[in-house]
């Protein structure tokens, strides 16, 4: 038996004693013959292995790390064909999904288990030389860091398997491998800097577009794409990102490799880390130098069929006009002879030479100010932005327009609003637009009988900011079928008309960011109506806007 004993200085002793009876001729026992021997050393000995073996199987059964051991089996031929597995940890259990897997073949867990595999763990076997590699086990759709290790044994048969899940990683950098394709491929210019504006990534849209290799720009700033009288521009995006804006996408100007300068339109992120603090900025540039070369072109092109059908306006009202034209050069020769009487009476009498001469002089502005307006809308000349009184505007139209709406018989009415804050925009333009549709309106009443021909043109404040213009008439109104195409180029319900002066019109507006519509008036007619937007740093508090008039 084993027993403990505890020595004099405290020393804790393990003894192991042997013995056995000693018996005389009658059977009894006569004395008791045995030994005692020191197994302390191997009591302790025994403890460590039972810790060590305790410790081994809480590591074993705990680690995240999935772990096996197998036997490599081979054929009479020294081929590794299977393996069985011998030892298994909780987690691998987790990571492969596989149950019950101690003392099974992997052919019969997964026959279609890739030969390479057999052939790698065979070849650690062999040569004892451990092996770190990736593993896609396809049949469960799964990929694995593995490091596989001989495990000494007297047959040199059994290989340690430790492993990994990378499953995730390995599909994050399969997207992103795809992101990154999808970047590079990009037509537009996708390039990251840091806060000091030293260029990080170059795209292959960026070679493209700069003409520099990523190899030239990486680690160099910003600055080199971007022209000198802009370097402030790009500072204050700096200063924004800082911040965290985003800045949405704005035209600017930038430049190639070889000097030319590039009409771009560009987009300008934060870019942060996994904390979340900004490292960085993103930008995305599109080359649009032809698209603003085309609205160049468009432009002109409009100037151009704008003018023309001011010409073609001013053609058709050149009867009427030179009605209004005569009427002040007649006053002037009346009021100056006169003058001449009253300068040959005996006595002179100079008071009334002084009004006459007065007379004179207002009915000669008169014509300058008609011919002046005629010579405004008639001159070619590209679009000028200024601030402009609309109510003014509308009142020189008028003036020209009096005499055509006299000999058709339409009364004319205005409704301007007081106190209208200044838009911007092009006069001339925008006396085209209300020309065409005062004459339109005229021209629509012209036809019919026994109604009262009138034409009201208004101002006043529209509900979401700015002003509103509108021109109602009494004619026979629109057809509902009509009011989808009304506006486009080459409609038209008139004999003889191109069909181009709504057209005409309706892009004047937009290009002034504004927006012209038609619909019915009540009780009879038609209402065009479009709105303006204030000059810039106006502003029209919403609890002061007038709702549009009713239509």
């Known amino acids: ?9 405290g020393t804790l002793k393990y003894i192991l004693g042997i013995g ?41 059964e705990s680690i995240d790390e999935g772990y096996c051991t197998i036997e490599v089996l081979f054929d009479q031929n020294e081929k590794p064909v299977d393996y069985r597995f011998l030892q298994i940890t909780p987690s691998f259990e987790r990571q492969t999904g596989i149950k019950n897997a101690i003392g099974r073949r992997m052919r019969e867990i997964a026959p279609q288990h890739e030969e390479h ?47 990994n899940d990378i499953t995730e990683r390995k599909r994050a950098e399969v ?15 996708i390039v990251s800097k840091d806060l000091n504006g030293t260029i990080e990534s170059w795209n292959g849209g960026a070679e493209r577009l700069f003409g520099y290799q990523a190899s030239e720009v990486i680690g160099k700033s910003i600055l080199m794409i971007v022209p000198p009288d802009r370097h402030d521009e790009e500072r204050g995006i700096l200063e924004r990102i800082r911040r965290g804006e985003r800045i949405k996408p704005y035209e600017t100007v930038r430049m190639r490799e070889d000097g030319s300068l ?21 930008k995305i540039a599109r080359d649009i130098t032809e698209r603003k070369r085309a609205e160049a072109a468009l432009r002109h092109m409009q100037t151009e069929l704008a003018h023309a059908n001011r010409v073609a306006t001013m053609g058709q009202l050149s009867a009427s006009i030179a009605h209004e034209v005569n009427q002040p050069i007649t006053a002037a020769v009346i009021n100056a002879g006169a003058a001449l009487r009253w300068l040959g009476a005996q006595p002179p009498d100079l008071e009334e030479v002084r009004k006459a001469l007065g007379c004179i002089v207002e009915d000669g502005t008169r014509a300058g100010n008609i011919i002046g307006g005629i010579r405004a809308l008639i001159k070619k000349m590209p679009p000028r ?10 009142r020189e139209v008028i003036a020209l327009t009096r005499g055509e709406a006299a ?55 529209a509900e979401q900011g700015g002003v509103f213009v509108a021109v109602r008439d009494s004619g026979p109104g629109l057809d509902p079928a009509s009011l989808e195409h009304l ?35 009540e009780p009879r007619g038609a209402v065009f109506q479009f709105t303006l937007p204030l000059q810039r740093d106006e502003t029209l508090p919403a609890e002061h806007a007038s709702p549009m008039p009713a239509v």
């Not at 059977?27 to 039972?50: C, P, S, Y």
């Not at 086990?137 to 490091?147: F, H, I, S």
């Not at 932005?385 to 509308?394: K, W």
């Not at 057209?503 to 019915?520: D, F, K, P, T, V």
């Open 487 to 521: 506006f486009n180029a080459f409609y038209t319900t008139k004999s003889g008309s191109m069909g181009m002066g709504l057209a005409i019109c309706r892009s004047i507006i937009e290009a002034h960011e504004g927006q012209l519509w038609a619909c019915a008036n």
């Open 385 to 394: 932005q200024a601030c402009l009184d609309i109510n003014e505007a509308i």
């Open 175 to 189: 997207v992103g491998q795809r992101l990154a394709a999808i970047v590079d491929s990009s037509e537009d210019a």
């Open 262 to 282: 590039l009409d771009i339109s560009l987009t300008v992120s934060p870019l942060r880390d996994a904390a979340g603090r900004i490292i960085g900025a993103s």
């Open 407 to 461: 000999k058709t018989g339409v009364s004319v009415q205005t409704d301007l609003a007081d106190g209208l804050p200044p838009i911007c925009g092009d006069r001339v333009q925008l006396q085209q637009v209300i020309l065409n549709l005062i004459i339109n309106a005229i021209e629509a009443m012209s036809g019919i009988a026994e109604t009262p021909r009138a034409l009201l043109i208004s101002t006043g404040r």
């Open 1 to 9: 038996m084993i027993f403990r004993a505890v020595l004099p200085d």
């Open 117 to 163: 595999w057999f052939e790698i763990y065979g070849r650690i076997v062999l040569t004892g030389e451990p092996m770190r590699f990736e593993n896609e086990a396809k049949q469960l759709g799964r990929w694995y860091d593995v490091y596989a290790f001989r495990v000494e044994d007297p047959k040199h048969r059994r290989v340690g398997i430790l492993f």
């Open 20 to 60: 056995h009876p000693v018996f005389n001729a009658s059977g009894d026992v006569v004395e008791f013959v045995g030994a005692a021997m020191d197994i302390t050393e191997r009591k302790r000995a025994e403890m460590e292995l039972r810790e060590s073996e305790q410790n081994y199987r809480v590591l074993f």
